[in-house]
């Protein structure tokens, strides 16, 4: 168990609607990142925050987006959703220390139907 | 950019035996860590070792090791007295300036009895 947790473990969806992904990182840790897993596009990260504010972007779209919140836990909305969107999505959080690695959720398995 | 390439899309071994993944990495920064993660069946990301550029001593943990080659930019990942549950897909990743996680494709390891 690596101490991040992600909710919900599970989502069926159709095209076109919005969902949120929630993950509660590591005690004491301040950076959560967002990466999608998928069989065509492998892992990819999507975005960070650190203590409440965005610090990096990777290839996320423009229908996606995140917030971390005053208590760290963060948000992954996803919306418009396509059937290309249905990936494993995890996250991860560390310390502000980088050679301690990031530790990673059990993610949140997306199905666009 | 930087770019991970794990060339060995698939391996088999024998339980007891030990095992060696390659990863090489491409990047134009002197100060990054690079990391093995696996991911078995159950699909949660596991942190396996970790190595900082800047230290030239190899990284151990227990059965696991690694052989980095700053100047060659290789990263490979030995496994001893390998065990059915080191079974996975095992991924080599990059993080340099900005803390995102560069991944490479993965190696998908099977351990036969």
């Known amino acids: 168990d690596s101490g991040v947790t992600q909710t919900p473990k599970h989502l069926i969806t159709a095209t076109g609607q919005r969902v949120t992904l929630r993950c509660s990182p590591r005690s004491g840790d301040l950076s959560v990142y967002w990466y999608q897993q998928s069989l065509d596009q492998g892992l990819q990260f999507l975005i960070q925050y650190y203590n409440g504010e965005e610090r990096a972007k990777g290839n996320i779209l423009e229908r996606f987006s995140a917030q971390q919140f005053p208590d760290l836990h963060s948000e992954l909305n996803l919306s418009s959703l396509e059937l290309g969107d249905s990936a494993l999505y995890f996250c991860?959080?560390?310390?502000?220390?980088?050679?301690?690695?990031?530790?990673f959720g059990p993610g949140t398995r997306l199905t666009v139907l | 950019a930087q770019t991970v390439t794990q060339s060995q899309p698939e391996m088999s071994v024998q339980e007891a035996e030990t095992v060696t993944l390659s990863c090489t990495y491409d990047t134009s920064e002197s100060n990054y860590y690079l990391f093995w993660y696996k991911q078995p069946p159950s699909r949660q990301m596991i942190l396996v070792i970790r190595q900082e550029a800047y230290k030239q001593q190899n990284a151990t943990e227990n059965r696991f090791s690694v052989n980095f080659q700053k100047a060659a930019k290789s990263f490979s990942l030995k496994i001893s007295d390998s065990q059915l549950g080191d079974t996975a897909m095992y991924f080599c990743a990059f993080e340099g300036y900005g803390n995102k996680l560069v991944f490479g494709a993965g190696t998908i390891l099977r351990v036969k009895s």
């Open positions: 991860a959080s560390s310390d502000s220390s980088p050679e301690a690695g990031q530790y």
